[in-house]
């Protein structure tokens, strides 16, 4: 059991030499910070998706013609509608616009509490409105006509990711934007009771309509579990480089003052502290320079995150087309939190402890001499 | 009962290599309860490697070093080390303070591995520091002290534990005379204070001392007779 003397007395010597072990702690938050804002971020958005998913019927229908989106008619309804096990289909209007004298896509959604000439708009869109002075109302141009609508109300910030680039309109109005005749649907949503049935509903959509794309809840699920596992992997190399980065860095900074450490090393020694105090002494110096700075890392990475929304990195995430203004959802996932602390604290206390153990178990006599 | 006896100590470096040489060569010696005694001998005669045996700092290749009948030449690191910590003081030639700490601080070291309270430390330091006339300079940086500030310093520090043997390695070669003088009148204070000391020093000053029990005079790793 270590006593309160030799933790003061480590912690003495290790404020001695903070300028040494500043650098380290720097680096050290640094990396963590990288890491924990890219696992903020990605936790955040995947699970703003998966809500988004959750809150959809189970079945997800998308008619494609030479291999992009394409409409539906009432057919499709009412031949789905007959399939055992369904309750309900439902015809959803969306698409995109494209703005372009921003140059930008706009998210059209179709939404029928909406009154035909009014919107809502995502904080994104409405800045890229706002750069060109619509700010009550709004002139889509489609290839037949112009149609003037008001922007009703905006969509509040932080609402999700979804929200950030959706305008939202009445559906036959979305319609007109779109280039869609009036029975005519974008997406089908399928609702299924019986979870057991999905799947075979599903099979028997593609059956009828085998240019239909049915995607089920959990197919869309693991669709955004695989696009951020994919980015955070990312990353993760990113990390590793930066990792080894500091390792090297690390070695040199162990290497530059090789000398006066083994001299410490020795001193304490010669004082008649054990190979054992010794590691103890580099093991409370280095956990408090480590955890320190692990904790600095994680807890600026989620002010970053969730207070100042990520600057920079969110438009790696998020695309920069459209200027993003949306706010995290703060989610913290604690198991990759611990799984930092394990990859970069444990390797941080062997990389410096395994040195000063092999110091000091060395023969003394020379180091004191000298 | 000798304070320290020392049968039949050899110190081999590098064995089993072409360059394996012996720095200590069957030594034997006895130093009583509260003898000063003088290891005397040119650079590379053995005196520091006989001091770090004696300080368990390093092994001997074989014989025995009996302290108040314990051997120590073969305790491991964990009852050395304390043997060191309780028994032994060293005083080195570099002085060999730890850089950035203040005289107090310095002292304070081998009192980290107690469980004593702040006062009882405190009180263990200032008579440490009284010892070696050092008080003065508590809060100064050991970096900004005289080299006998220093010497000073690392008395104290060697006393701080209130050690049975003092170990000296060359503790006048830094200095000049006015410091040494200092040196020798804290080793006079030793003296009355029934400490047993061994200094391995090429000094002269030391030659004629009377507080001086033994003068013993070292020669290629041997004991001259």
């Known amino acids: 059991m270590l006593s309160k003397n030799f933790v003061e007395y480590a912690i ?318 703060p989610v913290v996932d604690l198991n990759l939190l611990f799984l930092i602390f394990l990859f970069g604290v444990i390797p941080f206390l062997a990389f410096v402890i395994l040195p000063a153990w092999k110091i000091a178990i060395s023969d003394m006599s020379e180091a004191v001499k000298s | 009962m000798s304070k320290i006896a020392i049968q039949n100590l050899n110190k081999l470096y590098n064995p089993n290599k072409p360059n394996a040489f012996y720095a200590l060569k069957n030594i034997n010696l006895s130093i009583e309860e509260s003898e000063i005694v003088i290891l005397k001998g040119v650079s590379g005669s053995g005196k520091s490697t006989l001091l770090s045996l004696l300080g368990g700092l390093s092994k001997p290749s074989s014989g025995e070093i009996l302290v108040d009948a314990h051997n120590i030449a073969k305790l491991p690191d964990i009852m050395s080390s304390a043997f060191r910590h309780q028994k032994i003081g060293f005083i080195f030639q570099s002085f060999n303070l730890l850089e950035g700490l203040s005289v107090y601080q310095n002292i304070l070291a081998p009192l980290a591995l107690t469980k004593l309270g702040k006062e009882a430390m ?21 970096g900004s002290l005289s080299g006998g500030e220093r010497q000073r310093c690392a008395i104290a520090r060697a006393v701080v534990m209130e050690p049975e043997i003092i170990l000296a390695d060359e503790p006048t070669a830094n200095l000049d005379k006015e410091n040494s003088l200092m040196f020798i009148k804290i080793l006079k204070k030793f003296k009355a204070l029934h400490k047993t000391v061994v200094i391995a020093t090429h000094d002269t000053l030391f030659d004629e001392l009377s507080c001086i029990n033994r003068c013993v005079q070292m020669r290629d790793g041997e004991l001259v007779l």
């Open chain 1, 12 to 329: 003495l010597l290790l404020f001695k030499d903070r300028n040494d072990h500043l650098f380290s702690f720097l680096i050290f938050s640094f990396i963590v910070f990288i890491l924990s804002a890219v696992l903020f971020i990605s936790d955040s958005l995947q699970y703003d998706l998966t809500q988004s998913i959750k809150s959809q019927p189970e079945i997800v229908v998308e008619n494609t013609r030479a291999g992009r989106a394409y409409q539906m008619h009432d057919g499709f309804i009412y031949d789905i509608s007959q399939i055992t096990g369904v309750s309900s289909v439902e015809g959803i209007v969306d698409g995109y616009h494209y703005f372009a004298q921003k140059r930008l896509w706009f998210h059209i959604i179709g939404d029928a509490t909406l009154a035909k000439d009014e919107m809502i708009i995502g904080q994104g869109v409405q800045k890229a409105m706002a750069e060109l002075y619509y700010e009550d109302e709004f002139n889509f141009f489609t290839e037949e006509r112009m149609i003037r609508l008001k922007i009703n109300k905006r969509a509040p910030k932080g609402t999700n990711i979804i929200s950030n680039d959706a305008i939202f309109l009445h559906p036959n109005t979305a319609r007109a934007v779109l280039g869609m005749e009036m029975d005519e649907y974008s997406k089908l949503y399928v609702s299924v009771p019986n979870p057991n049935e999905v799947g075979n509903v599903s099979l028997k959509i593609v059956e009828i309509y085998p240019s239909a794309k049915a995607t089920t809840q959990e197919d869309a699920m693991s669709a955004v579990r695989h696009l951020y596992y994919y980015k955070g992997g990312i990353f993760m190399i990113l990390y590793v480089i930066a990792l080894v980065s500091f390792f090297i860095l690390l070695k040199n900074q162990i290497s530059l003052v090789y000398g006066e450490k083994k001299k410490e090393i020795a001193i304490l020694r010669s004082l008649g502290f054990c190979i054992k105090d010794i590691i103890a002494l580099k093991f409370i110096q280095n956990t408090v320079v480590s955890l320190s700075a692990y904790l600095l890392g994680v807890a600026v990475a989620y002010l970053y995150v969730f207070v100042f929304n990520a600057p920079y990195l969110r438009n790696i995430f998020l695309g920069n087309t459209l200027e993003n203004s949306i706010t995290f959802t």
């Open chain 2, 122 to 142: 405190h009180e263990k330091v200032s008579l440490a520091m009284e010892l070696a006339n050092i008080e003065h300079k508590k809060d100064q940086k050991v």
